[in-house]
C-alpha cells in the first residue's frame, strides 16, 4: 500500500466568549459552541478533542457524531470533551465530527472538527550477509530506522543450517562463531525490526560459511624410465587428484582435504604412458600438511586455501623432507600384498593399515618385487597376456605362481638374482638414517586373520654402541652403522644347542665322518652354534613395523663324539644364513602400554621357570596361571609362588617374587580380546635370563570347571600351535601342507579317541585314517580344577598304563573361530619310558598355551591344496584345477621353528 508521512498535530481549540449586554432579563440567547478545526491523529492512536459551549444560562448538553470518513471510536460522546481513537487505515484518511450543544430552552448550536487519521509508516532496516571462514568470529549488524517513530525491538533468528549458538538475538548486532565444515556450506538468518506503532519490517540473508582447505604436496620420484611423463594419482578424503611426472619420473602432487581431516592416510598410483598394465604403487600413511601461513577471516566467494609461503625456498626450510616419497618396485609389492589380505580392498585407513602391515610375509615381500621388476623389464618378463595390470597380477595367486614359474624354466635363478639386485640398490631399498633407527626392535612373524604371532626375540641398541639380543638367551653385541647398513658382532656369545642329523658340511663333518658315525648307529649330534655377527639391512621402512634382510653368521661347534675306534670331531665351521625379518619399532608401541585396572584380573603368561620333578623336567620360557589383586599381590599357581606387582612408567607389568627374581611383560599387539606380549624374566641380581613374545590371555571367569569336548560326527580338534603363520592359509583356506596341518585330537564317547596325523591319500580325495587310539579322562585338582588328561600311548610292558599324558586345562571357550568352535588350553605332556619309571617332561611341550578349533574332516577335501602342491618351486603344478587354498610361491623361504605337536 502507499504510505504518506503526516506529522502528527498537537490539539489545540480556540475558546472565545462573548458576553452580550442584555437590556432586559427575559430575552434567552442562542447557545455557542468552539473546537478546533483540525486534529491529526495516527491510526490506532487516540486523542482527547475539546469543545467550548456558550449559553446565558447555567446548562448546557452535548452530543458529539461523526459525520463522514473513517470510523472512529468514540468514547464520552455526551460530554465537552470527546475521546476519539483512530482505526486501522490503508492510506491517509479525514474523518468529521460534530458537536452539538443544547441549552434548556431547546436552542442549539454546532460546530465540526476534521480528524486527519494518518496512516503508519513501516520501519526500514537492512543488514550485511557476508561471506566468512569456519570456526572463525562472525558479527552481523543492522541497520534500522522509522521515518514516523523510533525502533522498539530487533529479533535476530537462525533459518537454516548447521545451528550456531547466536548472542545478541535482540540488539542491532548478531554474533555467533562459524560452525567447522569441509565444503561451502550456507547459514541463513532473519531480523524483525518493530517500531513503536509495533509494526515491524524483516530482513533475510545468507551467510556463506567457508572450509579452510590444506594442502599436502606428496613429491617423490619414480624409479624407473618407463614412467616418465606418466599420470601419478592420489585419493585424499575421498577425493582424487592427479599430475604427471616429468621426464625423469619426478613428480609434486598437492593433496588437499579440511584442516579437520584427521584420515590422512593416502595411495598413489603411476600409470606407465608407454607400457599399457605397467602400474606402480604407493601408500602414504600419514601426510605432513604444507607450511602455512595464517588464514586470514573475512569476505571469500570460495574454499579459503591457506596458503604456503610465497617462495619454494621457505617451504622446503620448513620441512625439507614432509611427504616425499619414492614409488618403486618394493612399494609396490608391498601394496599388493597390503591390498590382497584386505580381501583386495584398500584399507581405509591408517589403523587399518598397521593391523595388515604386521601381517605381511617378508620372503612374500621381497619375491615380489623382483617379479615387479621383471615386469617392468619387459620382454619375455612383460604382463602375461589377459592380465590388465600389475595389481592384478601380484594379488591373484595362482596367476602370480604360473609367472615365477615360467620366469624361473626361462632363466633359472632370475627371482633370486633379482632379490640380490633389489637389496644391493640404494634407491630400492634405502640406507637407514640414524634417527630412524629405533632404540629397540621386536621379531614378529606375519600371523594369520584371527591370530597373534608367537615367538620371537628383541634387539636392543643402545646409544654407546653396546646392544642386547635377547630371544631364548640373552647376547651381547656391539654395532655399528656403516652405509645404512647396521652390523652387529658380539661379544662372548653364548650360543645354543641343537641336534641335527649326520650330514655331511654340518659342523664340518667330511663324508668319511659321516660313515664312521652311521655305522656306529649315531644318527644325530650336538651342536653348539654361536653368534659371530650380523648384518641387517632394512628393506621397507613401515609405519610400525619394518622389514629387515638379516645375514647371520654363527660358528657351529660338534660336540666330540667318543665310539670304540675314536673320537669323531670337527674344527667347527661358519655357517651363513640370509633371512628376511619382520620389526616391530618399539619406539613407535607407546599407546599400547598396560594399565593397573587392566591387570588386576587371572591371566596366562609366560615366564622362566623349573617345571617337573628334581632331574625329571627343565626350565625355559613356560606358561603360567598369574592371578593379579588388585592391593599389588598376586600368585603363580603352577609352582604357588607369591609375588608383588607394579605398571612402571613405560607401561610395563612388573611381578617381582619373594626370592628376588622377576618377570617383566611389554604389550606388543592386541586382536580382540587376545593380546601379544614381551615376557622378560630375570634372575635376583637383575640380570637378564630369557624372554620370549607369546600371547597373554585372560581369563575372565579363573580356569573353566566343567566341560564336554566330545566331539561331533565326522569332527575333530585340529592344533594350531604353527598354523597361526600367515604362511600356513590363503584366502582364509588353511593349507593342507603335506599334511603337517592335519594334526588333532577325536575324542569319543566312552572316554575313547583317536590322536590324527595319518591319512590314506591327499585332498581332494583324503581319508582320515584311525590308526592311533587315545583314551581320556576328566578328572579334578584338590581345589576342583578340573582338567582333562589325553593318554596318548600305552606302556610296552604293562599296556593297560599310560607312558604319555598330556594334560588339559580350559581356559576359555569362542563359538566362532576361524573354522569353527574354539578352546584356549593351558597344556604340558608327562612321558616315561615304562610302567615302573618316573614321569618326565616331554622336550618342547612344558606348559603352554595352545589354540583349537573343531573342524570336520571334509573340509580338507572341500577347501585345500593337494598334497602334490608345496610352497617350494620343485612340488608346483598346472594351475586352474578348481582347488582353494593355493600357497603363495615363495623360493627362498625364511625359516621359523615349529613346536612340537
Not at 518493530?194 to 551467510?207: H, I, L, Q, R, W
Not at 663333518?509 to 644318527?523: D, I, K, P, R, Y
Not at 570336520?856 to 598334497?867: C, E, G, I, L, V
Request: include cysteine; hydrophobic fraction near 40%.
Amino acid at each position: 500500500m502507499k504510505f504518506k508521512n503526516f506529522k502528527q498535530v498537537s490539539v489545540s481549540f480556540l475558546a472565545c466568549a462573548i458576553l452580550a449586554a442584555c437590556g432586559s432579563d427575559d430575552t434567552d440567547e442562542m447557545p455557542t459552541v468552539t473546537v478546533a478545526s483540525s486534529v491529526a491523529l495516527k491510526e490506532n492512536r487516540s486523542v482527547d478533542i475539546i469543545s467550548v459551549g456558550q449559553d446565558d444560562g447555567s446548562s448546557l448538553s452535548y452530543q458529539w457524531t461523526q459525520e463522514s470518513g473513517p470510523t472512529l471510536k468514540l468514547a464520552n460522546i455526551t460530554s465537552a470533551i470527546v475521546g476519539v481513537t483512530a482505526p486501522s487505515v490503508d492510506a491517509d484518511g479525514t474523518a468529521v465530527l460534530r458537536v452539538t450543544v443544547t441549552d434548556s430552552a431547546n436552542q442549539t448550536a454546532s460546530a465540526t472538527v476534521s480528524v486527519l487519521v494518518a496512516n503508519n509508516r513501516l520501519p526500514t532496516v537492512t543488514a550485511l550477509f557476508e561471506g566468512v571462514v569456519e570456526k572463525s568470529a562472525v558479527t552481523l549488524t543492522a541497520s534500522a530506522t522509522d521515518q514516523d517513530g523510533s525502533i522498539s525491538s530487533y529479533l535476530w533468528t537462525q533459518t537454516t543450517g548447521v545451528p550456531v549458538i547466536l548472542t545478541g538475538e535482540t540488539t542491532a548486532s548478531l554474533s555467533f562463531t562459524a560452525p567447522s565444515v569441509s565444503a561451502d556450506t550456507d547459514l541463513g538468518f532473519s531480523l524483525m525490526v518493530t517500531d513503536d506503532d509495533d509494526e515491524s519490517a524483516s530482513v533475510v540473508g545468507t551467510v556463506t560459511v567457508t572450509p579452510i582447505m590444506m594442502t599436502y604436496t606428496v613429491r617423490g620420484n619414480v624409479a624407473d624410465a618407463a614412467f616418465a611423463s606418466s599420470e601419478v594419482s592420489g585419493t585424499l578424503a575421498g577425493t582424487s587428484f592427479s599430475t604427471t611426472t616429468d621426464s625423469n619420473g619426478a613428480f609434486s602432487l598437492p593433496l588437499k582435504a579440511d584442516d579437520d581431516e584427521t584420515n590422512l592416510f593416502t595411495n598413489l598410483i603411476v600409470k606407465s604412458a608407454s607400457t599399457a598394465g605397467l602400474e606402480y604403487y604407493k601408500f602414504v600413511p600419514q601426510l605432513n600438511a604444507d607450511p602455512v601461513l595464517a588464514a586470514v577471516a573475512g569476505k571469500v566467494s570460495s574454499s579459503t586455501q591457506v596458503s604456503p609461503p610465497a617462495t619454494k625456498a621457505d617451504a622446503l626450510a620448513a620441512d625439507e623432507g614432509a611427504n616425499t616419497v619414492s614409488i618403486n618396485a618394493v612399494s609396490t609389492a608391498l601394496y599388493s600384498l597390503i591390498v590382497s589380505a584386505n580381501n583386495g580392498e584398500v584399507p581405509a585407513d591408517l589403523d587399518q593399515f598397521t593391523l595388515i602391515e604386521k601381517s605381511v610375509s617378508p620372503d612374500e615381500l621381497i619375491e615380489a618385487a623382483a617379479v615387479v621388476k621383471l615386469i617392468t623389464q619387459g620382454g619375455a618378463f612383460a604382463l602375461p597376456e589377459g592380465v590388465s595390470n600389475v595389481l592384478e597380477l601380484l594379488t591373484n595367486t595362482e596367476a602370480y605362481n604360473s609367472y615365477v614359474t615360467a620366469a624361473e624354466t626361462a632363466t633359472p635363478g632370475i627371482i633370486s638374482a633379482t632379490v640380490d639386485d633389489i637389496i644391493a640398490d640404494p634407491e630400492l631399498t634405502p640406507p637407514i638414517a640414524p634417527e630412524s633407527l629405533a632404540s629397540t626392535y621386536y621379531e614378529v612373524y606375519p600371523a594369520a586373520v584371527g591370530f597373534l604371532s608367537r615367538g620371537g626375540g628383541r634387539f636392543e641398541f643402545h646409544q654407546d654402541g653396546g646392544g642386547i639380543e635377547t630371544t631364548g638367551r640373552v647376547e651381547k653385541f656391539s654395532w655399528a652403522l656403516t652405509n645404512g647398513t647396521l652390523t652387529l658382532t658380539y661379544i662372548d656369545p653364548m650360543g645354543s644347542y641343537s641336534y641335527p642329523a649326520v650330514e655331511e658340511g654340518v659342523a664340518g663333518l667330511t663324508m668319511a665322518q659321516v660313515e664312521q658315525l652311521h655305522s656306529a648307529g649315531v644318527n644325530q649330534v650336538e651342536v653348539l652354534r654361536k653368534p659371530q655377527s650380523t648384518t641387517m639391512k632394512r628393506v621397507i621402512e613401515g609405519e610400525k613395523t619394518d622389514t629387515f634382510r638379516i645375514v647371520a653368521t654363527v660358528k657351529e661347534t660338534m660336540t666330540p663324539v667318543t665310539l670304540t675306534g675314536g673320537v669323531v670331531s670337527t674344527s667347527g665351521k661358519l655357517d651363513e644364513s640370509t633371512t628376511d625379518q619382520l620389526m616391530r619399532n618399539g619406539d613407535k608401541l607407546s599407546e599400547l602400554k598396560l594399565t593397573a585396572d587392566e591387570v588386576v584380573s587371572d591371566w596366562i603368561v609366560e615366564h622362566y621357570y623349573y617345571f617337573g620333578e628334581p632331574g625329571l623336567g627343565y626350565s625355559d620360557m613356560f606358561a603360567d596361571l598369574f592371578e593379579v589383586s588388585a592391593d599389588g599381590t598376586g600368585i603363580a599357581r603352577v609352582l604357588e609362588r607369591p609375588f608383588t606387582w607394579t605398571i612402571d612408567e613405560q607401561g610395563v607389568f612388573v611381578a617381582r617374587f619373594e626370592d628376588g627374581s622377576s618377570v617383566h611383560i611389554s604389550k606388543l599387539d592386541q586382536s580382540g580380546s587376545d593380546i601379544q606380549v614381551f615376557s622378560e624374566s630375570y634372575d635376583a641380581e637383575g640380570n637378564l635370563i630369557a624372554a620370549d613374545t607369546d600371547y597373554a590371555l585372560e581369563v575372565e571367569n579363573g580356569v573353566i570347571g566343567e566341560f564336554d569336548l566330545t566331539n561331533g560326527e565326522g569332527k575333530y580338534w585340529t592344533s594350531f600351535i604353527n598354523q597361526w603363520r600367515k604362511s600356513a592359509w590363503e584366502d582364509g583356506n588353511l593349507l593342507w601342507d603335506d599334511g603337517f596341518a592335519y594334526f588333532g585330537w577325536q575324542f569319543n564317547a566312552g572316554n575313547t579317541g583317536y590322536q590324527l596325523g595319518s591319512f590314506q591319500a591327499s585332498p581332494p580325495d583324503f581319508a582320515p585314517v584311525f590308526d592311533r587310539p587315545i583314551k581320556w579322562i576328566v578328572d579334578t585338582e584338590s581345589d576342583d580344577v578340573a582338567f582333562q588328561s589325553i593318554y596318548r600311548w600305552q606302556c610296552g610292558d604293562v599296556d593297560t598304563e599310560p607312558c604319555a599324558r598330556r594334560d588339559w586345562y580350559m581356559l576359555k571357550q569362542v563359538e566362532t573361530g576361524v573354522l569353527g568352535p574354539r578352546i584356549y588350553v593351558f597344556e604340558f605332556e608327562e612321558r616315561r619310558n615304562d610302567s615302573q619309571s618316573p614321569w618326565y617332561v616331554a622336550r618342547g611341550l612344558g606348559p603352554r598355551l595352545n589354540i583349537y578349533e573343531e573342524i570336520a574332516f571334509d573340509y580338507w577335501n572341500q577347501t585345500a591344496a593337494p598334497a602334490a602342491f608345496s610352497r617350494g618351486m620343485q612340488a608346483s603344478r598346472p594351475y586352474g584345477a578348481g582347488v582353494t587354498g593355493v600357497a603363495r610361491l615363495v623360493l627362498e623361504p625364511s625359516q621359523t621353528t615349529a613346536l612340537g605337536f
